[in-house]
């Protein structure tokens, strides 16, 4: 049973119980294997502005609201070891046709 709704809670109820995490318990972006990429297209010298992110691991599946990471930018991600950086809930290709389109800062 939940405890009764407080207006300063708005429409959201806490959980009965439940804290926080400590310092410890809490998971940093640099844990989960985060690091620097560097947006090259020295190789695919494409004319667009950079590389559009993606909603999935597709390359169709195009974010085409949100900025693109702009080519000689860094981006922050986890290297999911198949050809795609992870970006929070998003993705970039790592390559595109063949040619390195992200590398390590």
Known sequence: VL???RPEDGP???FVGWEPPSAEEAELPGDMGERAFICDNSELQAGEPGITYR???ALHDR???SPVAAWGSA???TDEGD???RCGNRFLPTTYNGMRILVPA
Do not use: C, E
Request: no cysteine; charged share 15%; proline share 17%.
């Open 3 to 5: 405890p009764p709704s």
């Open 12 to 14: 959201f109820r806490p």
């Open 55 to 57: 909603f999935t691991k």
């Open 63 to 65: 974010d085409v609201i």
């Open 75 to 77: 981006v922050f991600g």
């Open 83 to 85: 050809g795609w950086l």
